[in-house]
């Protein structure tokens, strides 16, 4: 039985280190702007949301006139007991200003990762009604939405290929809107991780298992590559803390944070949440697709210290706190 | 659309899916299996099987799928050509050898040593819903309910109901595949619940009180829903077991479609017509 145990965890320790090598010989493409800009902007209640995004979009001026932009809210699942998903007014509040600045479509997509019945989903989420008021934005469904093949480049997952939802790749413009969480398997779960809802359940099931299988980091880091999220808007009124993405507390951190650079954005986010944003290994890996480091990001709006609040951490991501 | 018949409302969706077509294989597979009294025709799926004996979610597309091979079995099942026949048999074959990762001793030892976060018995495997991933609560329901329709006997039929049953959620229904994570109880989804009733169907001896549980949820669950891909999945699998629950989903399922019927897709659609039925269908067939 010892021997066994031996064997075991040899052949773990061995994948596992395969598993490093590969994210060593990876290849992340250089994208990373030389300035980025964040705003983070105080919101105490969903109510203000329309203020707040139209004096958030004139801080960070996303390019969106004339253009179809897509929005990427974290719709995952409903409990009345959790702070799960991104709100609906704040996806409203956004589309109004979007087609202010003079879009020229708006659609809202999402592909839940643990839920089939989107239908029910929009509805229980509210997000389904606050649609049908705005009558200005329809909702894509992603996990059914017809797929385009991609050859991923950055040999983090050793996927030969990734079937990708085309409504995705037709837009112009891709707004990735998260919900400020904590993850027990990824530390964080912000604009980056949001990606994760881009792939098509009916390709690849409910959950996107393979995401998993593949490394959750390397997943992160090769979607991001594959599909480049333009601008961020973060919903970090109600945030989630602890044992996120579904089960853990509410956390009133009371901000919105707007962002032309995914990364930049998520390391703002988690220094919101008391998190050392270069020890969350996604974002040292997405290093090269924009900016972690402070000295490169301008801040405008709240400063993060005024905003920032200690989140609780699973004891397994402990080593994150700042 | 205003309030309109059981009758009519199934016969407008026999109409619509006679007329037009979905994209996907679940749109094909589900139509055909919708409109097997009505003349359909299997070889448009057929000709979509992959060169291995398994279906895609899309035509020529990877990753192959556990759950739509399932499905297409499904499907199939009423047309006995020899086509049908050959078919069914590459793809049990393909079914046959793909096993969720859990099945694997390295696995296991994972699972068991390092990987405690998620409460489940690695031992018990039943179906991905690709390859190189673990097992989940809908490929594998649907996989058992694929050999059960064929009359197929399988040494992975007993593991895949043992996995189905020690992933149930702690007060009955499933989830997507696991119960308990970082020692928090998961909610039941009313699809995934359904479709695992449906595979336990003919009885799971020491396990009544989970499927009386469970079949309680999904008529509870969904009494307020307006969302008819849960609500034809309800259907079938509380007429499967006789539960009193079924004509008052049916009810509302009728009405909900009607309500939605422009704006529903062919797999959906299909489901309903399904769920609508005299009978509601519950994927089994009589015996040839």
Not at chain 1, 41 to 57: A, F, M, N, S, W
Not at chain 1, 111 to 119: A, C, K
Not at chain 2, 225 to 251: E, F, I, R
Request: aromatic fraction near 8%.
């Amino acid at each position: 039985m010892k021997r066994r145990s031996l064997v075991g965890a040899a052949a773990l320790a061995a994948t596992a280190g395969l598993g490093i090598h590969q994210s060593k010989v990876s290849h992340v493409p250089y994208r990373r702007p030389r300035r980025s800009h964040v705003a983070v902007l105080h919101c105490d209640r969903y109510e203000r949301t329309p203020q707040v995004v139209e004096h958030g979009l004139q801080l960070v001026r996303p390019s969106v006139q004339g253009k179809h932009v897509l929005l990427k809210p974290n719709l995952v699942e409903y409990s009345p007991a959790a702070t799960i998903n991104t709100h609906p007014m704040l996806i409203a509040a956004v589309i109004d200003a979007l087609y202010k600045l003079g879009a020229a479509s708006v659609i809202v997509a999402e592909g839940p990762g643990h839920i089939r019945d989107t239908d029910l989903l929009l509805y229980e989420s509210g997000l389904g009604a606050q649609l049908e008021i705005l009558k200005r934005a329809s909702f894509v469904d992603l996990n059914f939405d017809s797929v385009t093949r991609v050859v991923p480049g950055t040999g983090l997952t050793q996927l030969k290929e990734l079937w990708l939802p085309t409504t995705v790749q037709s837009a112009d413009v891709v707004i990735s809107m998260p919900k400020i969480k904590t993850h027990h398997w990824a530390g964080v779960t912000l604009s980056l991780k949001n990606s994760f809802g881009i792939l098509a359940g009916s390709v690849y099931g409910w959950p996107k298992n393979v995401l998993h299988w593949k490394g959750i980091d390397n997943s992160i880091v090769e979607l991001a590559v594959s599909v480049p999220i333009h601008f961020v808007i973060a919903d970090g009124i109600e945030a989630m803390e602890g044992n996120g993405p579904l089960h853990g507390p509410m956390r009133r951190l009371g901000c919105v944070v707007f962002a032309d650079d995914p990364v930049a954005a998520d390391a703002t986010c988690c220094r919101l949440m008391g998190i050392d944003p270069g020890r969350v290994r996604h974002l040292q890996m997405a290093a090269p697709l924009g900016n972690i480091d402070l000295a490169n990001i301008e801040q405008r709006g709240e400063s993060v210290e005024r905003v920032m609040q200690r989140f609780d951490l699973l004891p397994e991501f402990a080593y994150l706190r700042g | 659309m205003g309030v309109i018949s059981c009758v009519t409302i199934r016969s407008q969706i026999l109409q619509r899916l006679t007329t037009t077509s979905g994209h996907g294989i679940e749109d094909t597979a589900l139509s055909l299996l919708a409109l097997r009294n009505s003349g359909a025709d299997p070889r448009a799926l057929l000709g979509k099987q992959h060169r291995s004996g398994a279906w895609s979610a899309l035509p020529n597309i990877d990753p192959l799928s556990a759950f739509h091979t399932a499905l297409a079995l499904l499907a199939i099942r009423p047309f006995q050509t020899t086509a049908v026949r050959r078919a069914a048999g590459r793809a049990f074959e393909w079914l046959s050898e793909l096993r969720g990762l859990e099945s694997h001793w390295l696995w296991q030892w994972k699972f068991r040593l390092f990987d405690r976060q998620v409460r489940f018995d690695p031992l018990k495997s039943g179906w991905p819903w690709v390859p190189d991933t673990v097992s989940w609560v809908a490929p594998t329901a649907l996989s058992i309910a694929a050999f059960r329709a064929w009359h197929r006997e399988s040494t992975r039929i007993a593991p895949a109901i043992a996995m189905l049953l020690d992933r149930a959620c702690p007060k009955g229904g499933w989830n997507a595949g696991n119960s308990v994570v970082f020692g928090v109880d998961l909610d039941p989804h009313p699809d995934f619940t359904a479709m695992a009733l449906l595979a336990l169907r003919n009885g799971s001896p020491g396990h009544e009180v989970l499927l009386r549980r469970s079949l309680d949820y999904l008529g509870a669950r969904l009494e307020g829903s307006s969302s008819p891909y849960s609500l034809a999945w309800a259907v079938m699998a509380l007429s499967a077991h006789g539960h009193q629950g079924v004509d008052h989903l049916k009810n509302r399922l009728e009405r909900c479609t009607a309500a939605k019927f422009d704006r529903l897709p062919h797999r959906v659609l299909a489901l309903v017509a399904l769920a609508l039925e005299d009978i509601p269908y519950t994927f089994e067939e009589p015996s040839r």
